[in-house]
């Protein structure tokens, strides 16, 4: 499986974007997709997932209310729309994804993958 994260940039606080991420080599859609963070001298933080079904969303505390994954699995792809984005958002952006039902918080449960995109958000 291999996963490609596009979509980063630099925005100014307030501002929207939306992460891509591209799903390749396998069929996917029984597989549960999530997308972490990481920030320089910070462990790697998750930030939302969805079941393969698109049923269960699940979101970290920081983004609840400003960021919404989706996934659109005829395209084998996932999405994160961020909202209202703050400084503290500022980080490389990683797409993950697990052959199971289960939206682990744990970066270590997830089996795959992509490069990450950088997402700077200026005050």
């Known amino acids: 499986v291999q996963l490609q994260a596009s979509g980063g940039g630099l925005v100014q606080a307030g501002d929207s974007l939306r992460l891509s991420c591209a799903a390749s080599g396998r069929t996917l859609s029984r597989y549960a997709m999530g997308w972490f963070r990481q920030a320089p001298g910070k462990e790697r933080e998750f930030v939302a997932g969805i079941s393969w079904s698109g049923g269960r969303t699940q979101y970290g505390d920081s983004v609840k209310g400003r960021f919404t994954i989706s996934r659109d699995n005829a395209k084998g792809t996932a999405y994160l729309q961020m909202n209202v984005l703050k400084a503290e958002d500022t980080a490389v952006y990683y797409c993950?994804?697990?052959?199971?039902?289960?939206?682990?918080?744990?970066?270590?449960?997830?089996?795959?993958w992509g490069q990450g995109t950088q997402v700077t958000v200026s005050s």
């Open positions: 993950a994804t697990d052959p199971g039902t289960t939206i682990w918080s744990n970066a270590r449960s997830w089996d795959y």
